[in-house]
């Protein structure tokens, strides 16, 4: 992670000059020191030279798109990637998120709105498979984050810390899932989902409570929920949906409330 002398940094990239000034003032009065650039080539150079905490990443430059951008800061670097963006097409989010982004905002945005989401997302830190590998392979198509786990190592005991239903067992203290006994490839934003998911037995988590939940601002109404938070939270259970291979008709573990969002399916008694 960046900023390892205690200093918080934080890159701009964005070619417009006002969002740039503003970006600036802002993530400045939050007491980051500001390196701003303005397309997506320098924006790379000034992650790998100054390694920010965090970087906000416009998604329509001319040249080098956002998208593209994200997936080369992403091979080398773990900062938290937030994209800025006038489109907020559900496309356009799943585009975002599998480039490698931690959170997606559409522009206008509100400033106060801004700081409030990158200060809740530097209170969730990286869990060490996060960080990218000394020689990285090509950039992840999958979302946002490098793999929970790849490797089912042998359970600490029959029981002990796991949440089973229906062959899916989960390990939250150890971050392991596991599928009839078959490792799970899991993000660490997929993985702390289906855990939400699998605790809250039955009960509706609504979209709104999960994006909230990801920004490490459970259970709280203080900030906004816009649709492309909603929006992301949709592509991410759809892709917990196709690694589970779970139906969505009859589904064993992932049950849409139709309106609201998502609970755990009943247990399968067969």
Known sequence: MG???G???AVIIEDDADIRNLLGVVLTQAGFEVVATANGADGVDAVREHDPIVTTLDVSMPGMDGFETAKRIRAFSSTYIVMLTARDEEIDTLQGLESGADDYI????R???LRARIEAMLRRPRHPADAPETAPPAPST???TAPVTTVAPSPPGPTEGWIEHNGLRLQPEMRLANLRDSALDLTRTEFDLLAAILESTGR?????DLALLLRGDDYSDTYYVG???KRAVEVHMSNLRRKLGDSTTQPRWLETVRGVGYRLAAEDRT
């Open 3 to 5: 900023a390892q002398d």
């Open 7 to 9: 200093s918080r940094i």
């Open 106 to 109: 559409t522009k206008p945005f």
């Open 111 to 113: 400033p106060r709105e």
């Open 142 to 144: 999958e979302a946002a």
């Open 204 to 208: 509706v988590r609504s979209k709104s």
């Open 227 to 229: 649709e492309a938070d």
